[in-house]
């Protein structure tokens, strides 16, 4: 599932009245965002338990990442409704629409989430909410709910599938384990032959309380008969594929979903990862090994070499990306934090080791994103990135 554009919210605005209220009321609410979501969740899955158990992540809920993604979307979006200078968050809204068709979410679930969350911003302000106030964030909810409805819409039709219809059985015909925590599943699955190199599938598993729960995985490898993922043991899904599936057992696959694709211009790319991040980067190096033709700079960062899962198969597919060439136009870069390792994107660029003009594609975890992030800035017109890409493996869109 993917269109070649971001969310349209251009043509979203605010009558003068009601943004003259959102803009006076967005402190109150903002400071009180992170009262009104955990409330919010609360009382929507006491109300519908079949959310919490079907579709909602159980450890997203825990740790409160899915609380901190819903309150950044809402004061982001309502932010750029009141003021000309805040940012489009045109890339956050296209990165929770994959992430909503990767779990089948269907425009009637979004008067679900509006009806507990005004009942859970009520509870927390009270007095505060006047009927005039209630009424203009009725609007920031339906203008942003609007530009997500149509742009999953979107998505799914580019797919020639019914809004929601996204989950196929998948077979698992092989399992390998690569490292003391990564394992590799392959699963035979039709619907996978038009993925992107970068995409994820939500994987779906019955677990033995009764729940099905979902987790995205990035697609290592995939063609027509199916689809390879690598897992590290980590939260109640991934524990189940390890212990609880074996060869031929079925699971729920969602057809492959997410923002972050490999751009097909011919400018070079340069791949960088921290840990499991990994897993759509060497998907990408497969489609670019393939075409054999831009160079490409690969750069992993891991606790260990033996951490280090992929690290055998992303040097099999410089190689052969090498070997196609005729030359080497792909390299392979490593930093290991027990070896004193560190990635250092400005010496990189001093020993010339980082190509010009290149897109730029990260994955890894918070401290690792913020932190390249901030070496891009620093270092802009050394680095000369023609584009920057990136993926968050949990809902902390709060980061961008």
Not at 26 to 55: C, Q, S, V
Not at 295 to 305: P, Q
Not at 342 to 356: C, F, G, H, S, V
Request: hydrophobic share 40%; glycine share 8%.
């Amino acid at each position: 599932m993917f269109v070649n554009h971001a969310p349209a919210t251009d043509k979203r605005e605010l009558s003068p009245e009601n943004a003259e209220i959102v803009r006076a009321t967005l402190p109150i609410i903002g400071a009180n965002i992170n009262k009104i979501t955990p409330i919010f969740y609360n009382r929507m899955f006491t109300a519908h338990p079949e959310l919490i158990a079907d579709t909602f992540n159980r450890g997203n809920q825990r740790s409160g990442e899915q609380q901190k993604a819903l309150a950044a979307s809402i004061a982001t979006f309502a932010a750029m409704l009141v003021d000309p200078e805040a940012p489009d968050p045109r890339e956050m809204l296209a990165r929770i629409g994959h992430k909503h068709v990767s779990l089948g979410i269907t425009k009637d679930q979004y008067q679900i989430v509006h009806d507990n969350l005004f009942a859970a911003i009520v509870e927390v302000l009270g007095e505060a909410i006047t009927p005039e106030v209630a009424g203009a964030w009725d609007d920031v909810y339906w203008l942003m709910a609007e530009v997500l409805i149509d742009y999953e819409a979107e998505l799914y039709a580019s797919a020639g599938v019914t809004n929601g219809e996204v989950f196929k059985k998948a077979a698992l015909a092989e399992k390998r384990q690569l490292s003391d925590r990564v394992t590799q599943f392959r699963f035979t699955c039709t619907g996978f032959g038009d993925a992107l190199p970068g995409q994820y599938t939500s994987i779906g598993v019955r677990l033995p309380d009764g729940a099905r729960q979902l987790r995205q995985y990035s697609l290592v490898d995939f063609d027509s008969d199916g689809f390879t993922i690598a897992v590290q043991r980590d939260g109640e899904v991934s524990n189940f594929l390890f212990d609880s599936v074996e060869v031929g057992t079925e699971v729920d696959a969602t057809l492959p979903a997410g923002d972050l694709v490999l751009d097909s211009t011919p400018s070079p790319v340069v791949l960088l990862s921290q840990g499991i991040g990994s897993t759509p980067m060497v998907g990408m190096l497969s489609a670019l090994a393939a075409q054999g033709d831009r160079d490409v700079l690969m750069v992993h960062a891991d606790a260990s070499r033996a951490d280090y899962a992929q690290a055998e198969v992303a040097e099999q597919l410089v190689a052969q990306l090498n070997d196609r060439a005729g030359h080497d136009r792909a390299q392979h870069i490593t930093a290991f934090r027990d070896e004193g390792g560190m990635i250092d994107l400005a010496e990189l660029a001093a020993q010339q080791r980082i190509p010009q003009g290149a897109q730029w594609y990260l994955c890894g975890g918070n401290t690792f994103l913020q932190d390249v992030r901030q070496q891009l800035q620093q270092h802009e017109a050394t680095l000369a990135p023609t584009s920057v890409h990136f993926e968050l493996f949990s809902p902390n869109d709060w980061l961008i």
